[in-house]
C-alpha cells in the first residue's frame, strides 16, 4: 500500500480527462496536477523544446513526493517519454501504449485511425506501437493541429460552428478511409468526442486516451503492491503556469466534477 500522490502532467487543461478517469477508477488516490497554461499548445512546437518543457514539468511534480507520475499528454508521451523515464527513478507512464493497446483489441477490420497533435503524428510513435501489437494492421492518421487551442478556448460543444468546421475539414478526409477503430491520441480531444462521433459515425469506434492511461496507472500501481489505502478519500491539487482565473472556469468541464480547491499558480521557468 502507498498512500503518496500521482503526479500527473499535460501542457494544459486536457490532461484533466485522465484525471477524471484517474478519480472514476481509483477514488482513493491523491493527485497532485501541473497544466503548463502559459505555453500550451506544445504540439506545434520542436522535439527539442517539447522536452525542455517536459523536463521543467517534471522537475515541477518531483518536488512532491510522488509514487508515479502519469504522462497525460500524447505529444510529450510520442516525443519525451523515453527519455524521461530514463532521467527518473519513479515510474512514468505515457499515454501511447495503453491507447494503441486498446486500438489494437478494439479494430475489426484492421485499419486504424490516428488524430493528434502535429508533433505526435511526425513522431511515428502511435504506428510503430500498433505495428509492434500488429503488423498487419494499417494506421491512417491526420494532424489535428487547431483543435487544442480551440477546447483550451471552450469551442468544444456540438452545434458551434467553428468547431463543427474544423472537425469536418480535419476528418473528411478519414472518413472513406475504412477505418473501424479512431484512436484520439491527445488528451484534450475526448470533449471533442461527439463533435468526431458526429462526423465519423455510429460505426467508428473512438479510443479515449485520458481513460487508457488512466486504466495503466491502475494496473501498474495494482501490480506493485502501490494503491492507496482503499478506505481513505483522495484528494487533488492543480497548479498551472498561467492565470487561475481561466483554468477554474474551464476545469469542471473536463473533470466533469466541480473544482472544490482553488488552483495555485507557479512560475515553470524558474524549474
Ligand atoms: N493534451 C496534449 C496532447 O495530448 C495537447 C498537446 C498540445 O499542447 O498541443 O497531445
Not at 30 to 53: A, N, Q
Request: charged share 25%.
Amino acid at each position: 500500500m502507498d498512500n503518496r500522490p500521482i503526479g500527473v502532467f499535460d501542457s494544459g487543461l486536457g490532461g484533466l480527462t485522465a484525471v477524471r478517469e484517474l478519480r472514476r477508477m481509483m477514488p482513493s488516490e491523491d493527485i497532485i496536477y501541473f497544466g503548463d497554461t502559459s505555453r500550451v499548445p506544445y504540439g506545434s512546437r520542436s522535439r527539442e523544446t517539447i522536452l525542455k518543457y517536459a523536463r521543467q514539468d517534471t522537475r515541477f511534480l518531483r518536488g512532491f513526493d510522488l509514487k508515479a507520475i502519469l504522462i497525460a499528454c500524447g505529444t510529450v508521451s510520442t516525443t519525451s517519454l523515453d527519455t524521461l523515464k530514463a532521467e527518473n527513478d519513479i515510474p512514468m507512464l505515457g499515454v501511447v501504449e495503453p491507447t494503441c493497446r486498446r486500438a489494437v483489441a478494439m479494430t475489426k477490420n484492421k485499419r486504424v485511425g490516428l488524430i493528434a497533435t502535429a508533433a505526435s503524428v511526425r513522431s511515428g510513435a502511435y504506428e510503430r506501437t500498433i505495428r509492434a501489437f500488429d503488423p498487419t494492421i494499417e494506421v491512417i492518421s491526420r494532424a489535428c493541429p487547431l483543435f487544442v487551442p480551440l477546447v483550451e478556448n471552450g469551442r468544444f460543444r456540438p452545434g458551434d460552428v467553428v468547431i463543427e468546421t474544423v472537425a469536418r475539414e480535419y476528418l473528411g478526409s478519414l472518413r472513406g478511409t475504412g477505418i473501424d477503430t479512431l484512436i484520439l491520441g491527445c488528451t484534450h480531444y475526448p470533449l471533442l468526442m461527439e463533435v468526431i462521433g458526429g462526423v465519423m459515425g455510429p460505426d467508428v469506434t473512438l479510443i479515449n486516451a485520458g481513460e487508457e492511461s488512466a486504466w495503466e496507472m491502475k494496473r501498474a500501481l495494482r501490480a506493485s503492491d502501490a494503491l492507496a489505502d482503499p478506505g481513505r478519500a483522495g484528494e487533488a491539487a492543480f497548479y498551472a503556469s498561467d492565470r487561475v482565473e481561466d483554468f477554474e472556469k474551464l476545469a469542471g468541464m473536463f473533470l466533469q466534477e466541480d473544482l472544490r480547491r482553488s488552483v495555485n499558480q507557479i512560475d515553470i521557468e524558474t524549474y
